[in-house]
C-alpha cells in the first residue's frame, strides 16, 4: 500500500506544501487505491478521475506560481452524494435521480474546491439518507472496511468506508439523525455534526430540513477539524446559516487540554441497552479522561427517551414535503405508464418506479402525520417532544460543558441482519438524534475495539449549539491520550484490504 | 358553453341578499423574485423573456436548493399592509402548502398560513355613483407564484384535450401579496360595482406605492370573487363560489352580476349550490365550473423549516408608515375638491388613469384645466394613436411649460399641437422646439400690417366689400395672411388689423 494514502490529510497539506508530494501523485494513490480496493467495500457511487487529476494539476501549477492555500490545498477529498456536483452525477442513493447531472455545487464542495482540495467523487448512502446500514442505498451496499459482511453504518456508510479503506483521506457527509457519527462509530473513524446552521445545507438534497447539516468524516480529530474550518460559515443561499464568524477548530485540537473540563454522562444513553463491549469501552475513555482533570458529572435528561419517537413524526413530516419535487417534470427519472398517461399518472408511475421501501415508508408516514385533524396529534405533539429534548441539554449545559455518550448501541452488524426490522434499525440512532433535535454540536471518534467481536466502537461528545470547539478540545484530548495507550491510531489494526485486490478484480462484473 | 338560467338582476336583490368576499393577488415589481436572485418579470424591467430564461435552481426546485425571502419583497408587503390599514404582526412565518402540479416546481408553495405579515384592516372605496363603502381587510400575506402551462394540441388551450403542456418557470418565484376580505355586508345592488371598485382601489394603493406594475391584463393584479346568496331574512350564509379567472375591471363586475344572477335562479328554483371554484369566460359572459372546493381540502400546512420568521423592527414598520402617501380615496376628494371639477370633469381623469400625470402638471405650474385639456385631449389622441402609455409620452413639467406658453400668448393652442410633437419626439422641451422650429406667434405689428396690405392689395374686390360693410368677406384675407405667416400669428389679432387697415384707407 502506498505510503502517501496512510498520511492523515493535515500530514499529506504538509507534505504538499512542502512541495514533498504534488497534489496529482496524492490523488492518483488514491485512485489507485480505489480501484484496488472498492470493488469489495464499494463506497463510491461515481468516481471522476479524470476531473480529479485535472484539479489536482491545476493546484500543483498554481502552487509553483507561488499562489499560497490553505493547509489541505491539494488534499483529495470523497463526497457524500447527498451534496450536489456540478458535472458529476448526484443521486442521493436514489434510483430517481439517475443520470441526472447537477449544474451547480453546494456551497461546501464549492469550498473545498476553493480551498484547493480535490473532489475524488461521490459516496455510497441509503437512499435520499434514510437508514443506518446503507443498505438502502438503490445501488447497492457498502461494506465495512474492518468485516466485508458487515455494515459500514448509515446513511453516510461511502463516506465513512472510503475514509477507513484508505480510499480517501477525508470526506464529506451530512447527519440528519446520526449519520456521520454513527458510520465513524462502527467504522473506527472521526465524524462530526456540527452545530445546525455552521454549515451550509445549499446544494444538500434536504432529507429533513430543521435536522440535516453538513459535517466532516475523517481518520483524525485534527483533520475534522481542518475541514469544518474550511466548510464553516455563513452562506447568503442559506437562511438558516448562522451569520457569525467561527473561532479555528484546528486551533482548539492543537490546544487540546480537558484538565478541569466538566464532562456529563448521560444517565439514560448509558444503560443496560448498550453492547457490553461498547459501553466498557465508554467508561474507559471517561476513566482515562478522568485521570487527566476531567470532572465526570452523571447527566439525567428524562425527555431523551421521548426523542426518537419525535424523530420519526418531524423527519418523514418533512421529508415528504422535501420529497416531493422528484415527480420527473424537471429532473431525473421519468416513467410513461404504458399508452401514456396524464401528467398524474406519470408522476406516480415514476415514484412507484424511483424511489425505494424505506422512502416510500417515510412519506407515507410523514404525508399522516401532516393531515388535517392528524397534525396537533402528530406534528404538533414532535415539536413540544423536540422543546423539551433542548430543554435537558439547556439543564445540562448548565452543569456541564460538554455531554458524553456511546455513540449508537451496538457494533457493526451484518448486512441483512435488520432490514426487515425498521425499528431495530431505528433504534441504532438512540444516542445521536437528541443533537439533531436541538441543533447541537456533536462528534464521534474511535474508543477502542469491542472485545467480543473485537470491532470499532465510538464515544460521542456533544456541546452547546456554537461551541463546536469544546468538541474538538475534548475530542482531541482523548485521540491522543489513546492513541498513547495504542501506541497507534484505531485503524492501523484495520484489516489490510489489498487480500481483497483480487475479489475486487472478480467482483468488478458486478 | 351551455349558458345557465339566470334570474333578473332586481328581481334576485328582492330575494335574496348577495354577500362578497374578494381575493386580490399582487405581484411585486421587485427586482429579484421572492426566494431567489432571478430576475423578476413581474417588473416592467424583465417583463420581454424568453421561456425558462428568468430561473435559478431555487425557481427550478432543483434537489439541494433553497429559498432566501427577498427583503425588498418584505418592505413592500408591510407597505401595502400599513396603506391596507392592517396591523403588521412583529413575528410571522412561512408555511408550506403542499400539493402536486407540474406549474409548481416544488410541489409545495411557500406561502403564509396561521401568521400573515398584515391582518386588520379597512379600505375605503369610492364608486362611480358616489357611495362610500368601508371594505374589511381580514388579511395580506406574502407568497410566491406558481410558473405557466401552455397546452398545446388541443382545440381549446386548455388541459382537457391537450396532447401535451409546456411549462415556463419564469413566473414561478414572483412575490404576490393575497390581500382577502372578510365578507362584505350590505353593498346590495352595488356588490358588483363594488367588487370592481375595490379592486380598482388595491391598483391604486399599488400604484401609488410604487410597489407593483398594477397592470390586469399582465397578471400584476389578480381576482378571485366569491359570491353567495342569502334568502332576505336568513342570518346563515350561503354556500359560496369562487369565480377565478377574472382578468378587467369590468370582468370582475360582470362575474359578480352573472354569480348572483346564477345562483337566485339555481336558489328560486328548489336547488342547492355547489361549493367549487369556477371559471370566468370574457367571451360569453359566463362562469363555468371548475374543480369542487371544500373547506376540507388538505394542504398539509406546516411551517417552512428552510426560513426564519420575518421580524420586522418596529423602527422599519414606523419609516414606512411615515412614508405612506396619501390614500387613494382621499386623494381624489382632496383633488377633485382643490381642482373644482364637476363630477363628470373628475371622472374622465380618474378613469383615464392620468390623475397623477394631471396632478403634477399642476404643481408645475399649470391651472387644472389646462391641464386636464392637454392630457385628456391631445395628449390621449397621440396615446392612442401610437398604441403607447399617455403618461410616458410627455413629462408632466413639459405639459406645464407648454401651457404657459399657450397663456402667455406665444403659442395659439394649433402651434401648441406641434410644439407637442415635438417633445413627444424628443426633441428637447417646449421652448427648445419653438426656438428650434421658430414656431412663436409673430406678436410684431409691423410684419402682419406689411403682410395684410399686400393681401389686400392683391385682393381689391374683397377690400371692397369689407368697406361696404361685408365684415365676413374679411375670412379671404385673414387665410391668405396666416397662410403667408406659415400659421404663426395670432388669428384674432390678424382680424383686428384686417378690419382697421380695409377701414383705414
Redesign the interface.
Known sequence: MSEIIRLTAAALGEKLAAGEVSSVEATRAHLDRIAAVDGAVHAFLHVDAEGALAAAADVDRRRAAGESFGPLAGVPVAVKDV??TEGMP?T?GSRI?EG?I???D?TPVRLVREAGMIPLGKTNMDEFAMGSSTEHSAYGPTHNPWDLERIPGGSGGGSAAAVAAFEAPLALGSDTGGSIRQPAHVTGTVGVKPTYGAVS??????L???LDQIGPVTRTVLDAALLQDVIAGHD?????SIPEAWPSMAEAVRRADVSGVRIGVVKQLDSDGVQAGVRAKFHESLELLQRNGAEIVEIDAPNFEYAIAAYYLILP??A??NL????S???GLRVTPEGGGT??QV?AATREAGFGPEVKRRIILG?YA???GY?DAY?GSAQKVRTLVQRDFDAAFAKVDVLATPTAPTTAFKLGEKLDDPLAMYLNDVATIPANLAGVPGISLPAGLAPEDGLPVGIQFLAPARQDARLYNVGGALERLLEAEWGAPLLSRAPDLSSHEMAAAEEGAL | MARAALMDFDRALELFEPVIGLEVHVELNTTTKMFSSAPNPANSAFHIAEPNTLVTPVCLGLPGSLPVVNGEAVRSSISLGLALGCSIAPSSRFARKNYFYPDLAKNYQISQYDEPIAFDGEVEVELENGRVFQVPIERAHMEEDAGKLTHVGGSTGRIQGAEYSLVDYNRAGVPLVEIVTRPIFGAEADAPALARAYVSTIRDIALSLGISEARMERGNLRCDANVSLRPRGQEKLGTRTETKNVNSFRSIERAVRYEIQRQAAILADGGTITQETRHWHEDTGATSAGRPKSDADDYRYFPEPDLLPVVPSAELIEELRAALPEAPAARRRRLKSEWGFSDDEFQIVANSGMLNELAETVAAGATPAAARKWWTGEIARLANAADRDAAGMVSPAHVAELAALVESGTLTDRLARQVLEGVVAGEGSPQQIVDARGLAVVSDDGALIAAIDDALASQPDVLAKIRDGKVQAAGAVIGAVMKAMQGKADAARVRELVLERATAE
Do not use: Q
Open positions: 451534496l450536489v448526484s442521493a435521480l441526472w447537477p449544474p451547480y453546494a445545507r445549499y446544494g444538500s438534497i434536504a429533513a430540513s430543521s447568503p443561499h442559506d437562511s438558516t413530516a418533512e415528504s414535503s416531493a419535487k422528484f415527480d417534470v424537471r429532473f401528467v398524474e408522476m404525508t401532516l393531515s388535517a397534525y406534528y
